[in-house]
């Protein structure tokens, strides 16, 4: 008889103590569930993760890739499924894993998942996240993740793509909705730096009036309300901002090498 294949959840978090439970309790059919908690984390996120895990590790942060493959390296199961924590496995997208890893002839090492977001209390249909597929489960031993911001995983061999979706309850108000806006935009920032990437003044004037018009126009995102509204104007915004943090940047290292 086949042994049966195993199923390591693993979860990267920080001041999540909202959302956690809910996550962890969506888990309950993996085998085993590895959170790793951001050593920087003020609210409860370690105690809950501590009381609810198999595993937790505790490590400062340096970059969402490095996070999950430190969840990646404490995982025993022969797949891994990765899922953040304001997002919820329904009982038919964990049937469907289930059965992708029971089938010990299964065709791909990954597979896709499709999301379905609720922004600011209301579920997206247009301009939210609803074409995003990200890969979120592969055999363990054949994936890993590399990007410092918008990580992805690099899987060896091939992928396909699940029916059943995973719900993402994000930015639920306004204040979270500022709060992420500033630190991705850092991150993204410091990243451009790393690359090299040139200060254009396109980036910074013109890319955020077309990803609002993208978004707004070409997704049709005024279907989506005033939630919709918002969402693609403060996306706009994003780029203006993370672009100019990067030119902040920029020129401050340009003026600190010519006061050496």
């Not at 294949?5 to 085993?32: K, Q, V």
């Not at 995102?221 to 939630?227: F, I, L, P, T």
Request: glycine residues 8%.
């Amino acid at each position: 008889m086949a042994k049966r294949s195993r199923i390591s959840a693993l979860i990267i978090a920080r001041d999540e103590a909202r959302n956690l439970p809910g996550c962890l309790a969506s888990l309950g059919w993996a085998d085993e569930v590895v959170v790793v908690v951001d050593a920087a984390s003020r609210d409860e996120t370690l105690s809950i993760a501590r009381q609810r895990a198999d595993r937790v590790i505790v490590r400062p942060f340096d970059d969402f890739a490095s996070q999950r493959n430190a969840a990646l390296d404490a995982a025993n199961g022969d797949w891994v499924f990765a899922i953040d924590a304001d997002e919820r496995a329904t009982p038919a997208l964990a049937a469907e894993i289930r059965g992708v890893v029971a089938d010990q002839k299964a065709p791909h090492n990954g597979y896709r998942v499709p999301i379905r977001s609720e922004i600011l209390g209301r579920p997206f249909s247009y301009s939210g996240t609803q074409d995003d597929r990200p890969l979120r489960l592969f055999r363990r031993g054949r994936g890993w993740w590399f990007g410092t911001v918008h990580e992805t995983v690099s899987l060896r061999g091939s992928y396909g793509t699940l029916s059943q979706p995973l719900l993402h309850r994000t930015i639920p108000t306004m204040n979270v909705f500022l709060s992420k806006l500033n630190t991705y935009t850092s991150l993204e920032a410091i990243e451009f730096v790393r690359r090299g990437r040139p200060v254009r003044t396109f980036d910074w004037t013109v890319r955020p009036f077309w990803t609002f018009a993208k978004l707004y126009v070409g997704k049709r995102g005024y279907r989506d309300g005033a939630e919709g509204l918002v969402f693609c104007a403060l996306s706009g915004v994003s780029v203006a901002v993370r672009h100019w943090k990067h030119r902040e940047l920029v020129l401050r290292a340009e003026a600190q090498g010519r006061a050496a």
